[in-house]
């Protein structure tokens, strides 16, 4: 039998870190970082399985990863 399993952190430009990179490193996808204009990728023998979920009334262009969390740092706020 199969042990659900979720854990979320946060991901800190403060600290150097990019929600991009977190994405492709999760993902095993090779993905495009508008804000540092670079690639990402993090291969992996077996890549995971992994999906996007979205509520209805969602736009269809948050099924795309990259397109998903390069908005995500375009808008994300900074404390001051």
């Given amino acids: 039998m199969a042990i659900y399993h979720f854990e979320a952190k946060v991901i800190s430009r403060g600290k150097g870190q990019s929600a991009i990179a977190s994405a492709s490193y999760r993902s095993g996808e090779k993905l495009y970082s508008e804000r540092y204009n ?7 023998s077996v890549a995971p399985k992994t999906f996007i979920l ?6 269809d262009w948050t099924l795309n990863r990259q397109k998903l969390w390069n908005e995500v740092e375009k808008n994300r706020k900074i404390k001051k």
């Fill in 38 to 44: 670079k690639f990402n990728f993090y291969g992996r």
């Fill in 54 to 59: 979205k509520p209805s009334n969602a736009p």
